[in-house]
T-cell receptor, first 112, second 115 residues
């Protein structure tokens, strides 16, 4: 059974810091991995989708890497800003199913 | 539409009542998903539609929950005899493809409170 873990659960940093959020999954037979952002009381916004054949994806100040064999992904946020404050979730669809299995998220606060 | 639309955004009901939650996916998206999210948790899968048919309903917690997508676009999640434990945010998502290609796009959710 696929399990997804995110570390740390919460993170508070000053503006301008570079930071890394971690996601690990137990079953490496995945099609892809997706990172989402969720603001309080809102739905999820897709940030990056990495296919299983890819090693990383970049979008602006965000870079996500995937090491399928070790069951890990990291989301790197460069030069963090207060507007980055949100909960970040990773999710994987397990092979041969259509379900996305989510981690419990990392709650990020960036203070000025 | 431009994004996934869910209605109502908030629903308060009494224990034992029937509720319907509606999802209007992005135009052209054939895959539609329902998830449920409790406070402080990640979303949990409920059901997945490919077109009009429920391709995977293994996440529905019991037979009080049912979902339909009769014309392959709008979907309705139906909950009978609601219980307090059903209180959560119900999220709908759609994608162009299915499991292999599908970047998921989520709606804002419907917050259900059962008193």
């Amino acid at each position: 059974k696929q399990e997804v873990t995110q570390i740390p659960a919460a993170l508070s940093v000053p503006e301008g810091e570079n930071l890394v959020l971690n996601c690990s999954f137990t079953d490496s037979a995945i099609y892809n991995l997706q990172w989402f952002r969720q603001d309080p009381g809102k739905g999820l916004t897709s940030l990056l989708l990495i296919q299983s054949s890819q090693r990383e994806q970049t979008s602006g100040r965000l870079n996500a890497s995937l090491d399928k064999s070790s069951g890990r992904s990291t989301l790197y946020i460069a030069a963090s800003q207060p507007g980055d404050s949100a909960t970040y979730l990773c999710a994987v669809p397990t092979y041969n199913t259509d379900k996305l299995i989510f981690g419990t998220g990392t709650r990020l606060q960036v203070f000025p | 539409g431009a994004g996934v639309s869910q209605t109502p955004s908030n629903k308060v009901t009494e224990k034992g009542k029937y509720v319907e939650l509606r999802c209007d996916p992005i135009s052209g998206h054939t895959a539609l998903y329902w998830y449920r999210q409790s406070l402080g948790q990640g979303p949990e899968f409920l059901i997945y539609f490919q077109g009009t048919g429920a391709a995977d309903d293994s996440g529905l917690p019991n037979d009080r929950f049912f979902a339909v997508r009769p014309e392959g676009s709008v979907s309705t999640l139906k909950i009978q005899r609601t219980e307090r434990g059903d209180s959560a945010v119900y999220l709908c998502a759609s994608s162009l493809g299915g499991r292999t290609t599908g970047e998921l796009f989520f709606g804002e959710g419907s917050r259900l409170t059962v008193l």
